[in-house]
């Protein structure tokens, strides 16, 4: 396939996708939206593909927001119209598991599409921050529910009333980002990650996100009961055979997927 705005890349099973406008620090047009949207569709209905990175092209940022200038002059009835922004509702509804590898900036919509993630790996360098009231706005893909879900109430007011960058050492105490590391390395330790992951029998993977995003919709006695439904579940499943016959005879699994 064709993109302009986005690089996509197979690695054995696993598919790396960077977003390459580093000119305007990789700012989400619309044009980044609908190839992302294809390029994680195609990933999804992938059965040789079983995770996903997603990063920034550049040194300087992973996304330093949607972008400004597509926004600038649209009024209330475009947005409105054109439903602005819901179409990242598709990227959130990946079922197989992806990692955001956040290389620098991750500001405003970068933030956002960086939350949507099933977990974040932050460089040392990276930079996180809601600064759209500055511009006159708030937070439009998420922002504002992902990010007090994140940090908490009292850390995601501040950013987003103060528009303060927040750096990757306080991103992981915060517990925004699962991992930080040396920037040099960021992309080389997503990858392995992801290819951790991969290695996994694919039926648990999904439903591992599955249960786990079941808790922010979910009251406590209801997700749980998720759980152990879902749990119960994978004992039709050739991979749990296999996963425990390979733990009781001492070898690695050989996973079908089903
Ligand atoms: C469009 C952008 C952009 C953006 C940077 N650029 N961010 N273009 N939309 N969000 C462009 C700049 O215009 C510039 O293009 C080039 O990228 C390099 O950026 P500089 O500003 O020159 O770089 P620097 O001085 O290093 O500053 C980096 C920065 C700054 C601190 C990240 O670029 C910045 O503050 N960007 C905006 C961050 C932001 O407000 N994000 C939230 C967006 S709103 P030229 O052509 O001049 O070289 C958003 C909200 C979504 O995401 C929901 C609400 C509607």
Not at 66 to 93: C, H, P
Not at 182 to 203: G, S
Request: charged residues 20%; aromatic residues 8%; proline residues 4%.
């Amino acid at each position: 396939t064709d993109y302009s705005a986005i690089l996509v890349e197979t690695k054995g099973a696993v598919t790396l996708v960077t977003l390459n406008r580093p000119e305007a620090l990789n700012a989400l047009n619309s044009k980044v939206l609908d190839e992302l949207i294809h390029a994680f569709a195609a990933y999804d209905s992938d059965p040789s593909q079983h995770c996903l990175v997603l990063t920034g092209s550049g040194e300087k940022a992973f996304a330093a927001g949607a972008d400004i200038k597509e926004m600038q002059s649209q009024g209330f009835s475009d947005m409105y119209n054109a439903n602005f922004f819901a179409g990242w509702e598709q990227v959130t509804r990946t079922r197989k598991p992806w990692i955001a590898a956040v290389n620098g900036f991750a500001l405003g919509g970068g933030c956002e599409v960086a939350m949507m993630a099933d977990f974040i790996i932050a460089s040392d360098t990276a930079k996180f921050g809601q600064p759209e009231i500055k511009l006159g706005v708030t937070p439009g893909m998420g922002g504002s529910q992902r990010l007090t879900l994140a940090i908490g109430k009292s850390k995601a007011m501040e950013m987003c009333l103060t528009g303060r960058m927040m750096g990757a050492e306080e991103a992981e105490r915060s517990g925004l980002v699962a991992r930080v590391v040396p920037a040099a390395q960021l992309l080389e330790e997503a990858l392995k990650t992801a290819e951790t992951i991969a290695a996994m029998p694919p039926l648990a993977a999904v439903a591992n996100k599955e249960m786990v995003n079941a808790a922010f919709e979910m009251p406590l006695a209801q997700g749980i009961n998720f759980e152990r439904r879902l749990f119960h579940g994978l004992f039709g499943s050739e991979d749990q055979k296999e996963g425990m016959a390979a733990f009781v005879e001492k070898r690695p699994g050989n996973w079908t997927g089903q």
